[in-house]
Protein backbone atom coordinates (compact mmCIF):
# COMPACT_ATOMS: atom_id res chain seq x y z
CA UNK A 1 0.00 0.00 0.00
CA UNK A 2 2.80 2.57 0.96
CA UNK A 3 4.18 2.39 -2.83
CA UNK A 4 0.66 3.39 -4.60
CA UNK A 5 -0.03 6.46 -2.08
CA UNK A 6 2.74 7.95 -2.91
CA UNK A 7 0.81 8.72 -6.19
CA UNK A 8 -2.03 10.46 -5.13
CA UNK A 9 -1.71 13.82 -6.50
CA UNK A 10 -0.85 12.74 -9.65
CA UNK A 11 -3.85 10.32 -9.62
CA UNK A 12 -5.73 13.43 -8.85
CA UNK A 13 -4.60 15.39 -12.16
CA UNK A 14 -5.27 12.34 -14.09
CA UNK A 15 -9.19 11.65 -12.94
CA UNK A 16 -9.59 15.69 -13.02
CA UNK A 17 -8.97 15.15 -16.86
CA UNK A 18 -11.25 11.94 -16.96
CA UNK A 19 -13.75 14.63 -15.81
CA UNK A 20 -12.88 17.01 -18.24
CA UNK A 21 -13.48 15.05 -21.10
CA UNK A 22 -16.19 13.41 -19.92
CA UNK A 23 -17.84 16.83 -19.68
CA UNK A 24 -16.74 18.13 -23.24
CA UNK A 25 -18.39 14.85 -24.98
CA UNK A 26 -21.28 15.59 -22.83
CA UNK A 27 -21.41 19.14 -24.39
CA UNK A 28 -20.72 17.90 -27.67
CA UNK A 29 -23.27 15.50 -27.50
CA UNK A 30 -25.45 17.98 -26.78
CA UNK A 31 -24.60 20.31 -29.63
CA UNK A 32 -24.58 17.88 -32.45
CA UNK A 33 -28.14 16.43 -31.04
CA UNK A 34 -28.97 20.07 -30.97
CA UNK A 35 -27.69 20.49 -34.79
CA UNK A 36 -29.49 17.32 -36.16
CA UNK A 37 -32.78 18.20 -34.84
CA UNK A 38 -32.48 22.02 -35.98
CA UNK A 39 -30.77 21.26 -39.24
CA UNK A 40 -33.60 21.96 -41.57
CA UNK A 41 -34.15 25.62 -39.30
CA UNK A 42 -30.42 26.70 -39.48
CA UNK A 43 -28.46 29.05 -42.25
CA UNK A 44 -25.63 27.65 -43.96
CA UNK A 45 -23.66 30.11 -41.12
CA UNK A 46 -24.91 28.15 -38.25
CA UNK A 47 -24.11 24.81 -39.80
CA UNK A 48 -20.55 25.85 -40.40
CA UNK A 49 -20.43 27.20 -36.76
CA UNK A 50 -21.52 24.12 -35.60
CA UNK A 51 -18.62 21.96 -37.51
CA UNK A 52 -15.95 24.75 -36.41
CA UNK A 53 -16.83 23.72 -32.61
CA UNK A 54 -17.05 20.00 -33.28
CA UNK A 55 -13.82 20.34 -34.63
CA UNK A 56 -12.26 22.91 -31.62
CA UNK A 57 -13.76 20.09 -29.02
CA UNK A 58 -11.98 17.39 -31.19
CA UNK A 59 -8.44 19.27 -30.51
CA UNK A 60 -9.49 19.39 -26.65
CA UNK A 61 -9.99 16.06 -26.35
CA UNK A 62 -6.70 15.01 -28.06
CA UNK A 63 -4.54 17.93 -25.85
CA UNK A 64 -6.20 16.32 -22.75
CA UNK A 65 -5.37 12.97 -23.65
CA UNK A 66 -1.85 13.54 -24.65
CA UNK A 67 -2.20 15.79 -21.49
CA UNK A 68 -3.37 12.41 -19.29
CA UNK A 69 -0.24 10.09 -20.84
CA UNK A 70 1.93 12.55 -19.79
CA UNK A 71 0.48 12.60 -16.00
CA UNK A 72 0.40 8.75 -15.84
CA UNK A 73 3.50 8.29 -17.15
CA UNK A 74 5.18 11.38 -14.72
CA UNK A 75 3.28 9.39 -11.54
CA UNK A 76 4.56 6.43 -12.26
CA UNK A 77 8.21 7.79 -12.40
CA UNK A 78 6.80 9.51 -9.38
CA UNK A 79 5.95 6.85 -7.91
CA UNK A 80 8.93 4.38 -8.75
CA UNK A 81 10.81 7.28 -6.84
CA UNK A 82 8.40 7.12 -3.97
CA UNK A 83 9.73 3.60 -3.50
CA UNK A 84 13.30 4.23 -3.77
CA UNK A 85 13.16 6.58 -0.92
CA UNK A 86 10.59 4.53 1.46
CA UNK A 87 12.23 0.94 0.84
CA UNK A 88 14.94 1.31 3.49
CA UNK A 89 12.12 2.29 5.87
CA UNK A 90 9.82 -0.61 4.79
CA UNK A 91 13.10 -2.81 5.47
CA UNK A 92 13.22 -1.96 9.29
CA UNK A 93 9.38 -2.27 9.48
CA UNK A 94 9.61 -6.08 7.58
CA UNK A 95 12.76 -6.86 10.02
CA UNK A 96 10.73 -5.41 13.10
CA UNK A 97 7.44 -7.34 12.13
CA UNK A 98 8.74 -10.94 11.11
CA UNK A 99 11.89 -11.45 13.84
CA UNK A 100 11.52 -14.39 16.20
CA UNK A 101 9.60 -12.99 19.73
CA UNK A 102 10.61 -16.18 21.98
CA UNK A 103 13.67 -15.26 23.64
CA UNK A 104 16.13 -12.73 22.80
CA UNK A 105 14.70 -10.02 20.66
CA UNK A 106 16.88 -10.37 17.18
CA UNK A 107 16.52 -5.94 16.99
CA UNK A 108 15.13 -3.65 20.80
CA UNK A 109 13.24 -1.33 17.96
CA UNK A 110 13.85 0.83 14.71
CA UNK A 111 17.13 2.88 15.54
CA UNK A 112 18.71 -0.30 16.63
CA UNK A 113 17.24 -2.54 13.56
CA UNK A 114 18.78 0.77 11.44
CA UNK A 115 22.41 0.47 13.10
CA UNK A 116 22.97 -3.31 13.12
CA UNK A 117 21.65 -3.39 9.38
CA UNK A 118 23.95 -0.74 8.66
CA UNK A 119 26.93 -3.17 10.33
CA UNK A 120 26.56 -5.75 9.00
CA UNK A 121 25.39 -5.47 5.43
CA UNK A 122 26.19 -1.61 4.70
CA UNK A 123 23.84 0.48 2.56
CA UNK A 124 22.71 -1.73 -0.01
CA UNK A 125 21.40 -3.94 2.99
CA UNK A 126 18.25 -1.17 3.24
CA UNK A 127 17.56 -1.89 -0.39
CA UNK A 128 17.18 -5.29 -0.35
CA UNK A 129 13.81 -6.85 -2.78
CA UNK A 130 13.72 -3.19 -3.96
CA UNK A 131 13.36 -4.49 -7.86
CA UNK A 132 9.73 -6.24 -7.26
CA UNK A 133 7.95 -2.88 -6.04
CA UNK A 134 9.73 -1.04 -8.33
CA UNK A 135 7.93 -3.42 -11.30
CA UNK A 136 4.99 -4.00 -9.03
CA UNK A 137 4.27 0.17 -8.66
CA UNK A 138 4.13 0.32 -12.49
CA UNK A 139 1.41 -2.02 -12.94
CA UNK A 140 -0.82 -0.92 -9.42
CA UNK A 141 -0.55 2.68 -10.78
CA UNK A 142 -1.89 1.56 -13.74
CA UNK A 143 -4.40 -0.33 -11.94
CA UNK A 144 -5.18 2.63 -9.84
CA UNK A 145 -6.11 4.85 -11.94
CA UNK A 146 -8.44 2.40 -14.18
CA UNK A 147 -10.34 0.70 -11.52
CA UNK A 148 -10.79 4.65 -8.96
CA UNK A 149 -12.21 6.15 -12.32
CA UNK A 150 -14.54 3.34 -13.22
CA UNK A 151 -15.86 2.84 -10.12
CA UNK A 152 -16.94 6.79 -9.69
CA UNK A 153 -17.82 6.92 -12.51
CA UNK A 154 -20.73 3.92 -12.29
CA UNK A 155 -21.69 5.53 -9.19
CA UNK A 156 -23.01 8.74 -10.99
CA UNK A 157 -26.08 8.64 -11.33
CA UNK A 158 -27.95 9.78 -15.01
CA UNK A 159 -28.54 13.26 -13.74
CA UNK A 160 -25.14 13.99 -12.17
CA UNK A 161 -22.13 15.31 -14.27
CA UNK A 162 -19.29 15.17 -11.99
CA UNK A 163 -17.83 13.53 -9.18
CA UNK A 164 -17.93 15.87 -6.55
CA UNK A 165 -22.12 15.27 -6.73
CA UNK A 166 -20.89 11.73 -5.19
CA UNK A 167 -20.84 11.56 -1.27
CA UNK A 168 -18.29 10.44 0.77
CA UNK A 169 -19.87 6.97 1.24
CA UNK A 170 -19.47 6.76 -2.89
CA UNK A 171 -15.67 7.46 -2.32
CA UNK A 172 -15.17 5.31 0.51
CA UNK A 173 -16.64 2.06 -1.72
CA UNK A 174 -14.75 3.43 -4.83
CA UNK A 175 -11.41 3.61 -2.91
CA UNK A 176 -12.22 -0.28 -1.35
CA UNK A 177 -12.40 -1.35 -4.87
CA UNK A 178 -9.13 0.20 -5.75
CA UNK A 179 -7.97 -2.10 -2.92
CA UNK A 180 -9.04 -4.85 -3.68
CA UNK A 181 -7.63 -4.64 -7.03
CA UNK A 182 -4.71 -3.23 -5.90
CA UNK A 183 -4.16 -5.89 -3.23
CA UNK A 184 -4.57 -8.94 -5.78
CA UNK A 185 -1.22 -7.45 -7.37
CA UNK A 186 0.90 -6.17 -4.53
CA UNK A 187 0.36 -9.26 -2.81
CA UNK A 188 2.83 -11.41 -4.78
CA UNK A 189 5.06 -8.69 -4.82
CA UNK A 190 5.24 -8.03 -1.63
CA UNK A 191 5.56 -11.67 -1.04
CA UNK A 192 9.07 -11.89 -3.36
CA UNK A 193 10.15 -8.40 -1.28
CA UNK A 194 9.55 -9.60 2.37
CA UNK A 195 11.72 -12.91 1.45
CA UNK A 196 14.18 -11.03 0.28
CA UNK A 197 14.25 -7.94 3.28
CA UNK A 198 14.84 -10.69 6.06
CA UNK A 199 17.74 -12.37 4.22
CA UNK A 200 20.22 -10.83 6.68
CA UNK A 201 23.58 -12.55 5.96
CA UNK A 202 25.45 -15.37 3.95
CA UNK A 203 23.83 -18.14 6.63
CA UNK A 204 19.99 -16.65 6.12
CA UNK A 205 20.22 -16.49 2.48
CA UNK A 206 17.98 -18.52 0.26
CA UNK A 207 17.41 -16.50 -2.90
CA UNK A 208 19.53 -14.80 -5.03
CA UNK A 209 17.04 -11.70 -6.65
CA UNK A 210 13.64 -11.15 -7.02
CA UNK A 211 13.56 -13.74 -10.32
CA UNK A 212 15.13 -16.76 -7.99
CA UNK A 213 13.05 -16.14 -5.15
CA UNK A 214 10.13 -16.57 -7.92
CA UNK A 215 11.59 -19.67 -9.60
CA UNK A 216 12.09 -21.13 -6.09
CA UNK A 217 8.76 -20.54 -4.70
CA UNK A 218 7.21 -22.13 -7.88
CA UNK A 219 9.00 -25.01 -8.06
CA UNK A 220 8.02 -25.44 -4.30
CA UNK A 221 4.46 -24.64 -4.34
CA UNK A 222 3.41 -24.28 -7.77
CA UNK A 223 1.76 -20.71 -9.13
CA UNK A 224 -0.44 -21.38 -5.38
CA UNK A 225 2.86 -20.52 -3.40
CA UNK A 226 2.83 -16.87 -4.92
CA UNK A 227 -1.05 -16.66 -3.53
CA UNK A 228 0.62 -16.99 -0.08
CA UNK A 229 -1.01 -14.25 2.14
CA UNK A 230 -3.45 -12.90 -0.70
CA UNK A 231 -6.69 -12.69 1.08
CA UNK A 232 -4.92 -11.08 4.23
CA UNK A 233 -3.87 -8.30 1.43
CA UNK A 234 -7.25 -7.96 0.71
CA UNK A 235 -8.20 -7.35 4.21
CA UNK A 236 -5.90 -5.08 4.93
CA UNK A 237 -6.03 -3.38 1.48
CA UNK A 238 -9.78 -3.25 1.11
CA UNK A 239 -10.86 -1.03 4.02
CA UNK A 240 -6.78 0.56 4.07
CA UNK A 241 -7.96 2.52 0.55
CA UNK A 242 -11.14 2.84 1.05
CA UNK A 243 -9.75 5.09 4.26
CA UNK A 244 -7.46 7.10 2.52
CA UNK A 245 -9.93 7.78 -0.40
CA UNK A 246 -12.52 9.17 1.93
CA UNK A 247 -10.04 11.17 4.03
CA UNK A 248 -7.90 12.66 0.99
CA UNK A 249 -11.12 13.82 -0.32
CA UNK A 250 -12.76 14.74 2.80
CA UNK A 251 -10.25 16.91 3.67
CA UNK A 252 -9.72 18.54 0.04
CA UNK A 253 -13.32 18.99 -0.14
CA UNK A 254 -13.47 20.37 3.41
CA UNK A 255 -10.44 22.55 2.41
CA UNK A 256 -12.20 24.06 -0.92
CA UNK A 257 -15.04 25.46 0.82
CA UNK A 258 -17.23 22.31 -0.71
CA UNK A 259 -20.25 20.76 1.00
CA UNK A 260 -19.27 17.29 2.54
CA UNK A 261 -22.01 14.70 1.84
CA UNK A 262 -21.46 11.63 4.00
CA UNK A 263 -24.56 9.37 3.50
CA UNK A 264 -26.96 11.65 1.15
CA UNK A 265 -26.42 12.48 -2.06
CA UNK A 266 -26.93 16.25 -4.01
CA UNK A 267 -30.26 16.28 -4.12
CA UNK A 268 -31.58 17.25 -7.73
CA UNK A 269 -32.06 21.18 -7.63
CA UNK A 270 -29.84 21.64 -4.85
CA UNK A 271 -26.85 23.17 -6.89
CA UNK A 272 -27.48 26.92 -7.70
CA UNK A 273 -27.39 28.00 -11.17
CA UNK A 274 -23.77 29.40 -11.43
CA UNK A 275 -23.31 33.47 -12.35
CA UNK A 276 -20.73 34.96 -14.28
CA UNK A 277 -17.74 35.01 -12.18
CA UNK A 278 -19.12 32.07 -9.74
CA UNK A 279 -16.98 28.84 -9.01
CA UNK A 280 -18.29 25.59 -9.47
CA UNK A 281 -17.56 23.02 -7.03
CA UNK A 282 -15.22 21.31 -9.29
CA UNK A 283 -13.87 24.67 -9.80
CA UNK A 284 -13.00 24.59 -6.20
CA UNK A 285 -11.66 21.78 -5.83
CA UNK A 286 -9.00 22.35 -8.78
CA UNK A 287 -7.57 26.02 -7.42
CA UNK A 288 -6.76 24.00 -3.87
CA UNK A 289 -2.58 24.62 -3.98
CA UNK A 290 -0.55 21.31 -4.64
CA UNK A 291 1.19 21.65 -1.00
CA UNK A 292 -2.74 21.02 0.22
CA UNK A 293 -3.19 18.65 -2.39
CA UNK A 294 0.10 16.67 -0.45
CA UNK A 295 -0.99 17.31 2.91
CA UNK A 296 -4.47 15.66 2.29
CA UNK A 297 -2.61 12.45 1.08
CA UNK A 298 -0.40 12.68 3.46
CA UNK A 299 -2.87 12.62 6.32
CA UNK A 300 -4.86 10.25 4.34
CA UNK A 301 -1.62 7.08 4.46
CA UNK A 302 -1.36 8.41 7.93
CA UNK A 303 -5.29 7.00 8.66
CA UNK A 304 -4.92 3.90 6.13
CA UNK A 305 -2.03 2.60 7.74
CA UNK A 306 -3.71 3.43 11.31
CA UNK A 307 -6.34 1.19 10.40
CA UNK A 308 -4.07 -1.47 8.51
CA UNK A 309 -0.79 -1.76 10.47
CA UNK A 310 -1.91 -4.91 12.61
CA UNK A 311 -2.67 -6.93 9.71
CA UNK A 312 0.24 -5.95 7.76
CA UNK A 313 2.20 -7.38 10.85
CA UNK A 314 0.45 -10.61 10.12
CA UNK A 315 0.44 -10.69 6.59
CA UNK A 316 4.39 -10.29 6.98
CA UNK A 317 4.77 -13.10 9.30
CA UNK A 318 2.56 -15.61 7.21
CA UNK A 319 4.51 -14.60 3.90
CA UNK A 320 7.95 -15.02 5.65
CA UNK A 321 7.53 -17.91 7.54
CA UNK A 322 9.03 -21.48 7.12
CA UNK A 323 6.86 -23.65 5.22
CA UNK A 324 4.05 -25.07 7.89
CA UNK A 325 4.64 -22.85 10.71
CA UNK A 326 1.64 -20.88 10.32
CA UNK A 327 -2.28 -23.13 9.22
CA UNK A 328 -3.24 -19.70 8.58
CA UNK A 329 -3.86 -15.99 9.55
CA UNK A 330 -5.64 -16.91 12.78
CA UNK A 331 -3.40 -19.24 13.68
CA UNK A 332 -0.49 -16.29 13.74
CA UNK A 333 -2.78 -14.07 15.41
CA UNK A 334 -3.10 -16.20 18.38
Not at 73 to 88: E, I, L, Y
Not at 175 to 180: D, K, N, P, R, W
Not at 195 to 215: E, M, R, V
Request: glycine content about 10%; overall charge neutral; charged content about 25%.
Amino acid sequence: MNETTSNIFSQALHTEINNNNNKKHGIHHELVKEGEKNEGELTSEEIEKLHLDEEEEEEELEKDSYLAIKHFVAGTFAGMSGVFVGHPFDTIKVRLQTQVLHGKPQYRGAIHCVTKTFRREGFKGFYKGLSAPLIGDSITNSIIFGVYGLLRSSLLKPNESDYTDLNLLDIFISGCGVGFAAGTILSPVELIKAKLQIQTDAQHTKFNGPFDCLSKIVKSRGIRGLLLGMHITWIRDVPAFGVYFLVYEGLRRYLSGVPLHFWTRTKEGEKEEKGKGELTDEDKLNRLSNMKQLACGGIGGIAAWVTSYPVDVVKSRVQTAEEGRFRGMRDCIV
